[in-house]
Every structure is written in structure tokens, then in C-alpha cells.
């Protein structure tokens, strides 16, 4: 018998993945992102196929975090202000006043990490996630100290605020209510 055989070879640069989401749109349209190298690249989920969405992911960065809000993908890689896509096109976000490494959403405000003081956290106005106030920021859990913080997570109306050593719970829905606590260090919704 006769057959046919189809390959297809795939190469890319060497490289790990810097960061990797999966999104889905207004209209449930499920969409993959990842980082590597220099690039964001977006696969098409029907054929598999990637193309480059934007080439100015930091050089020396090492991971880069994703948040998706109101149909844009929002990203930091630590080197520079955040980045935001919005499936037409990629753009610094630059209003932004500090270098973000970390980014997430919540209570309608998305929150960043500053990528050079460590124990600074900064956010966006309400729903205006690319417009920022000179006094929107907060140090966990002081200023110039050690325990610099590594990761966030929303839940159930608080952001927990991972530093090496210690969690952090930020309460409130607005600025002027905000307060930033220590969580319990064994005990609790979430432990190290």
C-alpha cells in the first residue's frame, strides 16, 4: 500500500519561556501568550502557529508577569514601565511613574511592583488602568528594608502581598481605605 507522510519542523532560538498566560476575551475567545527572548508571541489556537505581538520585552529580564483586564493584556518584565496589548497593537503603558515587575488586578485598580524599590507597590486610578496619581503607591512593609516582596494574589476582597519572609494583607476597596496588615505567619489563608 501507498501512503503519504506529513512532517513539519519547528525550530526557535534557544531560551526558556519568561511567562505564559492564557486569556479569554469578551466574546469567550480563549488566546495564549508567552515570552521568550525579546518577544511576546501569541498562538493561534487553530493551527498552532505564533506570531510576534511585540519585540521589546526586556533583553535581561527573566520572567515576565501577565494580568488581563477589559479585553488588554497587561504585562511587566522588570526592566521597564509596564506593557499593555490589545490585540491591534502593543505600547508602553507611560503614565506608569516606576518600572514594574509584577502586576494584578484588583478592586477594579491594577496594582505593579516598582522593579528598583522592591518594597514599593503602585496602582492605577478605578477602571482607568493607565492613568496614575502621584500619591497611589504604598511601601510593604517599609521602606529600604530586606524582606523584599516576591508575589501577589486577590482574594475574597483582599490582595495578600508575599514578601520572603512574610504575607501582608492590603484591605480596602480605595485608597483612602486602605490598610495594610501582617497575616497570620502559620496560620491563615495562605502560608509560605
Do not use: C
Not at 502586576?103 to 493607565?130: C, M, P, Q
Amino acid at each position: 500500500n501507498a501512503f503519504s507522510l506529513y512532517t513539519s519542523l519547528y525550530t526557535s532560538t534557544a531560551g526558556p519561556v519568561k511567562g505564559l498566560t492564557r486569556v479569554y476575551d469578551s466574546s469567550n475567545n480563549g488566546t495564549t501568550f508567552f515570552a521568550h527572548t525579546t518577544h511576546l508571541y501569541e498562538v493561534d489556537d487553530a493551527d498552532g502557529s505564533t506570531t510576534s505581538v511585540d519585540s521589546n520585552i526586556g533583553a535581561s529580564s527573566n520572567y515576565v508577569d501577565f494580568e488581563f483586564v477589559n479585553d488588554t493584556l497587561y504585562y511587566a518584565d522588570g526592566t521597564q514601565k509596564p506593557r499593555k496589548y490589545d490585540f491591534t497593537s502593543s505600547s508602553q503603558v507611560s503614565a506608569a511613574p516606576y518600572n514594574a515587575s509584577l502586576v494584578i488586578e484588583h478592586v477594579g485598580l491594577l496594582f505593579f511592583l516598582d522593579a528598583t524599590d522592591k518594597n514599593r507597590i503602585f496602582w492605577s486610578n478605578f477602571a482607568a488602568y493607565e492613568t496614575f496619581t502621584s500619591t497611589d503607591f504604598l511601601y510593604v512593609p517599609s521602606p529600604k528594608r530586606s524582606d523584599k516582596v516576591t508575589a501577589f494574589s486577590s482574594l475574597n476582597g483582599v490582595l495578600y502581598i508575599f514578601t520572603r519572609s512574610n504575607k501582608y494583607q492590603l484591605m480596602g476597596r480605595r485608597t483612602a481605605t486602605f490598610r495594610l496588615d501582617e497575616a497570620y505567619g502559620k496560620k491563615g489563608t495562605f502560608s509560605q
